[in-house]
């Protein structure tokens, strides 16, 4: 039996194995599908299968075509599957191409996506009928049968163009756009039929619609993707003739209609914003005929009676429009340039259409008609005020509604005519009676939404006093209309942020911050939280102003925090929070730590579970993640202090621990907030306590894990050794030395030096116990280095902490160079490591930036020499070595002497230099005045200071070493030295 037969008797049971209600035998089933997938016959066995008769189930034919579908990308190319011979390609392609018109819609559909999938990879080149029997079905329509096969047949064909859309090759674009005028030229005739049918609306008015909508997607498809010009091609033009013809059925958005026949509408826009879209100049003939069209339905638009989503497309269209930077006239153009081109006649058809008195009656309409909030929106308001602000904010961001795309068209037009525009919606807004509260709201939206354009023109100060502060100060009415009011009031202010004085930003604070308290309108106080937030928010934001209302803010965002369900509210209140700490004195925030502490941990604890969406736990750990963050802020800001609250510490350590657990904990992005504040607790602590050392262990999971962490892992672990001291080495020494085992030569070369750092910090702090700790890390770098396996960068890193290793402690050095791949090495190698080092140490020499390293490395070559004066090998690389120690002894000399302004230089000689003139120095000292260090900083200066390797003196170190070499192997040192440099040799007498 060949390979083909045996996969194919097998196919029919496992499939159906893979239908089993077993949960194992389904696992089974699906793990033998996928080894057989690289196997002879593996395709052709489903093919036949899934095109079987009434002998085999309907789910057995729909999990046989699944199969090829889900297959296709991995193994349905040549080069990914050896197995699969060109005639079962052809085998499978020609029985699905049979299968087009299964009266199963199930299995149609998916017959449809494999034929899709398929012939991204293979169509035209080897699958050169597809198209053409497509066209040859689809045009085939003289019964029910066939029309109904014809419609599969448009509906794979829809699914094909999409499939050829995202091919991304030159050479398959041009293959593309080659067979799209033919395609269109094809369809048409077919579109026009059947629109031809119901405009007469005869009794196949249905099936004609349906066949229209079928054709218009394919028609799309081509038009947004493949056709190279629409103004070259005459079925487009055909196309876009007759939906302009045709406005009761293709342009009928104002009017409404059924789905069905709002179908039609929906898919001619899209039409015309993809055309649009891909031929800015090439549309040019019709752009002022749709622009007509469509700005006339907007004018006309009746919130109970009109098509939103129809509308939305159509003013997509204009806002597309008015937005093209292809219409725009080139800087430094009049309009009397002589020479048309495309993109200019273009340009004087959307500025001609786009007049003053245009632009004035649709904003004009847009504010009336669109802007205006609908009953269903107000009653929104009353039945779901969180999703009524959701909704709200969307505006903020791409939209498929349409006033989100109102307001982006509106923010356009008045950029085209600011000073007149401004105007007209100025005196709109004064012209509406007290009685039209939505329609004055209408026009506050507009003019918060195109705040930028009204700066030159309104005086906000003046405005808001005279207009937005009585709404403020009106007590809230149980009328939806007065709560709207005082809600798009406060929402204003966040709008105009910038254009508020700070003297009036006193006042604004305490007209706003009232309006947080418990009992008002849930809509109005959470917008009242925006625009504080973006008060706070602002560059021109002084604490100290806020000062007075620090408490009561901080009180209102809980009182709201017990109020909300949605996520997205949750969020801003922490938002909010977080940035007013941050921008508040610590004197401030220091007497109310333990209430925030507490309201914090019931949020934690109990106000999680209370979201609408209680079972999406990314919703809950986003607002955990915004609980760290202002935990870690509190800390942050208020310093050493905070961590001495028992309510901040009783908070902080079970945050942390759940935060940065690796498994059962909160996910990546908590974990990452949660080491962060991991790290800033560390840095605030005067002293080690249990139960910052209980937490170490979740680091080491963490790292186990994966290395996405790793540079505040690295910190924390710096962290725990600078604040825990020999404690912490002790508890934890062994999981120090597996994570930094675990690191080396396994992370790209940011982490490689991250770590490298940390390790040298734990070498100035502990000098003979990290040195012991971590022979292994340092033989593996050893190891590493002689392999050449790392960068230069990584490597002078590498070479810097075991030139420290010798000169702290040679003791761990000799355990090191005896130590190699993790196991003991014989004498002969240990020699061989020894020598790498010394010769490496010489040629990284003048890599390393700054004297300290080179320093390290000069001691070290003194250390390594006179511990092994009696190797002559090794003594042949004195006189290298006597270089490196000259040129480390002179740039120390240079640091030693008196720094000497350039303009103080000899004449003739250039001094290049980066900082400050003595000129500059006194003012940058006056503007910003230097901080106090903090008290982790201040640990870290210590260290440094006390650097045991940086605090030798070089040249007595030099001195000895020099010295021991000679009294041991006088003969040899005298011989070796012989060869080196005079001037060298004389250079070094000197300084030494």
């Not at 007590?475 to 105009?496: N, Y």
């Not at 200066?941 to 009294?967: M, P, W, Y």
Request: proline share 4%.
């Amino acid at each position: 039996m060949s390979g083909r037969e045996l996969v194919g008797e097998l196919m029919y049971d496992v499939l159906v194995q893979a239908l089993s209600g077993s949960e194992d035998e389904r696992v089974r089933a699906e793990e033998k599908i996928l080894g057989l997938e690289t196997r002879s016959g593996f395709y052709a066995s489903l093919a036949e299968v899934g095109s079987a008769g009434s002998e085999v189930g309907a789910d057995v034919k729909w999990l046989a075509v699944v199969c090829i579908k889900n297959a296709v990308p991995r193994s349905w190319r040549k080069r990914n599957n050896s197995a699969l011979t060109e005639d079962e390609r052809v085998f499978v392609r020609k029985t699905l191409l049979g299968m087009v018109g299964v009266s199963d819609q199930m299995l149609a559909t998916q017959v449809s996506v494999v034929i899709g999938r398929i012939a991204r990879l293979n169509c035209p080149e080897e699958w050169s009928d597809l198209i053409p029997t497509l066209m040859t079905v689809i045009s085939t329509t003289a019964t029910d049968e066939q029309k109904r096969i014809a419609d599969h047949a448009l509906e794979t064909l829809q699914i094909i163009l999409k499939e050829f859309s995202t091919r991304r090759l030159s050479k398959d674009r041009k293959t593309y756009e080659a067979m799209a005028s033919e395609l269109l030229g094809c369809l048409l005739p077919i579109w026009e039929m059947n629109v031809a049918d119901i405009v007469t609306g005869g009794s196949n008015w249905p099936r004609s619609l349906h066949t229209a909508k079928l054709v218009m997607k394919s028609i799309r498809q081509i038009l947004a993707h493949a056709l190279p010009s629409v103004d070259g091609n005459e079925f487009a033009q055909r196309y876009f003739r007759r939906i302009l013809e045709l406005p009761d059925i293709f342009l009928r958005g104002a009017q409404g209609g059924s789905d069905e026949e709002m179908a039609l509408s929906k898919l001619a826009a899209k039409s015309v914003v993809e055309a649009q879209n891909r031929h800015p100049t090439g549309f040019r003939e019709y752009l002022r005929p749709f622009l007509e069209v469509y700005t006339s339905l907007l004018m006309k638009y009746d919130p109970g009676r009109s098509s939103e989503k129809a509308e939305a497309l159509g003013c997509v269209f204009v806002k597309n429009v008015a937005q093209c930077p292809t219409y725009r006239r080139p800087i430094g153009s009049s309009g009397e340039d002589t020479e048309v081109t495309p993109a200019a006649a273009a340009g004087r058809i959307v500025e001609d259409f786009f007049s003053t008195q245009t632009c004035v009656n649709l904003i004009q309409e847009l504010i009336a008609r669109i802007f205006v909030l609908t009953e269903s929106e107000l009653q929104s308001w009353a039945d779901d005020p969180e999703g009524f602000i959701r909704d709200e904010e969307a505006a903020d961001w791409n939209s498929d509604k349409l006033r989100p795309i109102a307001e982006a068209l509106y923010v356009s037009l008045l950029s085209r005519h600011r000073d007149l525009l401004v105007g007209t919606v100025l005196g709109l807004t004064e012209s509406v009676r007290e009685s039209e509260l939505l329609l004055r709201d209408a026009c506050y939206r507009a003019i918060g939404r195109g705040c930028y354009e009204f700066t030159t023109t309104l005086n906000f100060a003046v405005w808001f006093q005279g207009q937005l502060e009585p709404q403020l100060k009106a007590p809230i009415s149980e009328d939806m209309r007065g709560k709207v009011a005082k809600a798009r009031a406060t929402w204003l202010i966040g709008q105009f942020v910038s254009q508020i004085p700070r003297d009036m930003r006193v006042i604004i604070y305490g007209d706003l911050v009232p309006l947080l308290g418990d009992g008002g309108d849930l809509v109005i106080r959470l917008t009242t939280v925006g625009a504080l937030n973006a008060l706070v928010e602002d560059l021109d934001f002084d604490g100290s102003d806020y000062a007075p209302f620090f408490l009561d803010s901080i009180t209102g965002i809980f009182q709201l925090s017990s109020a909300t369900e949605e996520t997205e509210s949750l969020s801003l209140l922490l938002q909010f929070a977080t940035n007013l700490i941050e921008k508040t004195e610590p004197e401030i925030i220091q007497p109310h730590l333990g209430s925030m502490a507490k309201e914090l941990m019931i949020l934690w604890d109990s106000g999680v579970t209370k979201l609408s969406r209680s079972d999406d736990l990314g919703s809950k750990n986003l607002i955990r993640s915004s609980i760290v963050s202002l935990l870690k802020k509190i800390i942050e800001v208020v310093g050493p202090t905070s961590v001495k609250d028992p309510d901040i510490v009783k908070l902080s350590y079970p945050v942390i621990y759940f935060g940065t657990l690796t498994e059962g904990g909160g996910g990546v992005y908590l974990t990452e907030d949660a080491m962060d504040l991991w790290l800033v607790l560390l840095h605030e602590l005067e002293e080690y306590v249990e139960e910052m050392s209980n937490l170490f262990p979740n680091l080491v999971g963490i790292l186990r894990q994966d290395f996405d962490n790793l540079k505040v892992a690295l910190d924390i672990i710096v962290a725990y050794a600078v604040v825990g001291g020999a404690a912490f080495m002790r508890t934890h020494g062994q999981s120090v030395l597996d994570i930094f085992l675990a690191i080396t030569g396994n992370v790209r070369d940011r982490g490689a030096v991250a770590a490298s750092e940390a390790i040298e910090v734990l070498l100035q702090l502990f000098p003979l116990e990290a040195s012991k700790l971590l022979v292994p890390v340092f033989s593996t770098m050893l190891d590493l280095l002689m392999a050449k396996k790392e960068s230069t960068l990584v490597s002078k890193n590498h070479d810097n902490l075991i030139a420290r290793v010798v000169v702290q402690d040679y003791d761990a050095f000799e355990m090191l160079i005896k130590t190699q791949q993790g196991h003991e090495a014989n004498a002969a190698v240990a020699r061989e490591r020894m020598l790498f080092v010394v010769r490496d140490l010489i040629d990284k020499t003048d890599m390393h930036w700054g004297t300290l390293r080179k320093k390290l490395s000069g001691m070290a070559l003194c250390a390594i020499m006179a511990r092994n004066n009696a190797d002559e090998e090794l003594l042949l690389e004195l006189p290298m070595m006597l270089n490196v120690l000259v040129q480390v002894l002179a740039e120390l000399d240079e640091e030693k002497a008196p720094y000497q302004h350039p303009e103080a230089a000899p004449a003739g000689h250039l001094v290049t230099f980066i900082g400050l003139t003595d000129h500059d120095e006194q003012p940058v000292k006056e503007m910003y005045s230097p901080r106090k260090p903090t008290l982790y900083q201040q640990r870290l200066q210590s260290i440094h200071d006390n650097d045991f390797a940086a605090n030798l003196n070089f040249a007595d170190v030099c001195r000895t070493g020099l010295n021991e070499i000679r009294n041991r192997n006088p003969s040899g040192f005298d011989a070796v030295v012989a060869t080196a440099s005079p001037s060298i040799l004389k250079q070094l007498q000197e300084r030494i």
